[in-house]
């Protein structure tokens, strides 16, 4: 069965810290994503990536950056974490249709 | 900018009801229409459309894509509690492998 995987269910990190949100697929997928959803404004993009060490900016990437230095791995980066960062963070991949998200993090910034 | 609206954005019915939620949407060079279902945690996939595939069924749920009034509904017959979640409609278009999801409908079921 399909699977993606986030490192972290909940985090609480301080403002400035820098945060690394993992997030790993098994299904050889090229396609992966960063979402972020919070209420009233649904899931919003943050960045994507359609192979390794390419990125491309989403609808909301200020802020954030992003690596992909193998197929299976997409990095969220926070580098100086702020309140207005707290949501829940969603992966997603996909082979080309029908995402398979991961379980999402639930990150605070207090 | 690509743009998805679902209706209601709210919504509480009783078991056995039949519900329909709506989706409309605004993108350039449409290639699909997604139906997701969140329950607590990440949303889990329901439906793909396509130009090619207007209509499909699993069980009591049901959705149609009106590619002409860009419009999608999802439908569920016989709603049971474990019905209750957040629909997210997404369609994919625009650039790149660009999805764009609707804020969702929550839908509760109660007995």
């Known amino acids: 069965d399909v699977k993606v995987t986030q490192s972290s269910r909940y985090l609480v990190k301080r403002t400035g810290e820098k945060v690394f949100l993992e997030c790993v697929q098994d299904?050889?997928?090229?396609?992966m994503f960063w979402y972020r959803q919070d209420p009233g404004l649904g899931l919003r993009l943050i960045y994507f990536?359609?192979?390794?060490?390419?990125?491309e900016k989403g609808d909301i990437p200020e802020g954030y950056s992003v690596s992909r230095e193998k197929k299976e791995r997409f990095s969220l980066i926070l580098e100086s974490a702020s309140t207005n960062q707290t949501s829940m963070y969603l992966c997603?991949?996909?082979?080309?249709?029908?995402?398979?998200f991961g379980s999402g993090t639930r990150l605070t910034v207090v | 900018e690509d743009k998805v609206v679902q209706s209601p954005l709210s919504l509480v019915v009783h078991e056995g009801d039949t519900v329909t939620l709506n989706c409309s949407y605004e993108v350039t060079n449409f290639r699909s229409l997604l139906w997701y279902k969140q329950e607590k945690k990440a949303p889990t996939f329901l439906f793909m459309l396509t130009s090619s595939g207007i209509e499909k069924k699993s069980g009591r749920l049901s959705s149609i894509l009106d590619k002409k009034e860009l419009s999608s509904i999802l439908n569920i017959t016989a709603t049971q509690t474990g019905d209750s979640a957040i629909y997210l409609c997404?369609?994919?278009?625009?650039?790149?492998?660009?999805?764009?999801f609707g804020i969702g409908t929550k839908l509760q079921v109660i007995p």
């Open positions: 997603a991949s996909t082979p080309g249709y029908g995402y398979t």
């Open positions: 997404a369609v994919e278009g625009g650039g790149y492998q660009k999805v764009t």
């Open positions: 299904m050889d997928h090229e396609n």
């Open positions: 990536s359609y192979d390794v060490k390419m990125k």
